[in-house]
């Protein structure tokens, strides 16, 4: 019999899994991660990426990490050198400004703040539009974002990209 075959006749012989039986391996996984899975993110694990919103160093992500605790949260630092992206999606968005000055703009309302500063983005029927500025020439403004998915999904969000970064438009450009 050819390998092949025979690999394929293993497959069939192999018992598929319950949903039951699934679900009590999730929740073992899950068990897992609270014992041994990562408790301390560290910065040399997270680089920041130019991405087209900005300049952003993800902590947690249901999408990039799968290796902590908690699993339903977006963590990530956003380095406003000048202008960001400018995106819509919902809110129920917490960002804490970590250094720098600097303001954004939602829904066309101008909202400055500055280190120290907690910012939110409420909740609205069609999301809210913004982009953030840098207001300071002589350093980029630092701040962190706090999303929870469980929120995020049952409000429907969905992210649209209106306006990409002006340091991304930049690299862009160079490898054109
Ligand atoms: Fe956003």
């Known amino acids: 019999m050819a390998e092949s075959e025979r690999t394929r006749e293993r497959e069939r012989e192999r018992p598929v899994r319950s949903s039951y039986e699934l679900a009590i391996e999730h929740d073992k996984e899950f068990a897992q991660r609270q014992l041994m899975g990562r408790v301390v993110l560290r910065i040399e694990d997270c680089p920041q990426q130019q991405t087209r919103q900005g300049l952003l160093r993800t902590y947690l992500s249901p999408f990039a990490v799968h290796d902590t605790p908690l699993q339903h949260w977006s963590v990530f630092t956003h380095e406003v050198r000048s202008t960001s992206g400018k995106h819509r999606h919902q809110g129920g968005v917490i960002i804490y400004v970590i250094d720098g000055k ?3 703009v939602v829904d066309g309302e101008r909202i400055d703040w500055e280190k120290g500063d907690l910012v939110l ?12 500025f840098n207001s300071d ?9 706090f999303i929870h998915f469980g929120i995020r999904d049952y409000v429907a969000s969905e992210m649209t990209q209106t306006e990409v970064s002006a340091e991304y438009a930049l690299q862009e450009s160079r490898t054109r």
């Open 102 to 104: 600097g303001y954004s």
């Open 121 to 132: 983005l409420p909740l609205r029927p069609n999301g809210v539009e913004h982009q953030h």
């Open 137 to 145: 020439p002589a350093k980029p403004a630092l701040w962190i974002a």
